[in-house]
T-cell receptor, first 119, second 112 residues
Framework: GAVVSQHPSWVICKSGTSVKIECRSL??????MFWYRQFPKQSLMLMAT?????????EQGVEKDKFLINHASLTLSTLTVTSAHPEDSSFYIC???????????????FGNGTRLTVT | AQSVAQPEDQVNVAEGNPLTVKCTYS??????LFWYVQYPNRGLQFLLK??????LVKGSYGFEAEFNKSQTSFHLKKPSALVSDSALYFC??????????FGAGTTVTVRA
């Protein structure tokens, strides 16, 4: 159990276009999802915390108008990279926190990531 | 602020030999520590965690980790490494808001 599906797994887009990445919890409800960015051979950097039914909380230095996050349901969060530029090319990974009474100490479950290449 | 450090960028071992990946932490309060593994172009897979209790934590795929409060360390270990263990390993610490802070990662290469 505790599967997180991320789609698409890879995407190539032209500079100036927008790209939407979906993160779904398949077999559990997640009121909180996290979006990370990872550059090659580097660690994961938290971009924002996505909360169902409310605005996302962005980490310092992350442009909220650039990276739009929507958490419309307990199983889906989306990250839209708006007006993408080559410097936005990266590996984006989501994770979800399981919501139930026994999940306080549960690990976060991660999607398989999305490789974004902006040409 | 909470943080973890992984002092080694790379660890190379021969198959069948013991594997250790080092991690030290800095937290205020009780530490919630995790180890994750990442294969190329994939997300992170959970290996094990320390929340409280026994200092020796056993996890997936034969991995274990030892929590050492006096040395503020949480090293990942495997008694006998496999070639398939070659991957990128991350140590992480969780805060009360469930945010994870990751170490820089350690690339493990197990040679046949």
């Amino acid at each position: 159990g505790a599967v997180v599906s991320q789609h698409p797994s890879w995407v190539i887009c032209k500079s100036g276009t927008s790209v939407k990445i979906e993160c779904r919890s398949l077999d559990f409800q997640a009121t909180t999802m996290f979006w990370y960015r990872q550059f090659p051979k580097q660690s994961l950097m938290l971009m924002a915390t996505s909360n169902e039914g409310s605005k996302a909380t962005y980490e310092q230095g992350v442009e909220k108008d650039k990276f739009l996050i929507n958490h419309a349901s307990l199983t889906l969060s989306t990250l839209t990279v708006t007006s993408a530029h080559p410097e936005d090319s990266s590996f984006y990974i989501c994770s979800a926190r399981r919501v139930d009474s026994s999940s306080y100490n549960s690990p976060l479950h991660f999607g398989n990531g999305t490789r974004l290449t902006v040409t | 602020a909470q943080s973890v450090a992984q002092p080694e960028d790379q660890v190379n071992v021969a198959e069948g030999n013991p594997l250790t990946v080092k991690c030290t932490y800095s937290v205020s309060g009780n530490p919630y520590l995790f180890w994750y593994v990442q294969y190329p172009n994939r997300g992170l897979q959970f290996l094990l965690k320390y929340i409280t209790g026994d200092n020796l934590v056993k996890g997936s795929y034969g991995f274990e980790a030892e929590f050492n409060k006096s040395q503020t360390s949480f090293h990942l270990k495997k008694p006998s490494a496999l070639v398939s263990d070659s991957a990128l390993y991350f140590c992480a610490v969780r805060d009360n808001d469930y945010k994870l802070s990751f170490g820089a990662g350690t690339t493990v290469t197990v040679r046949a």
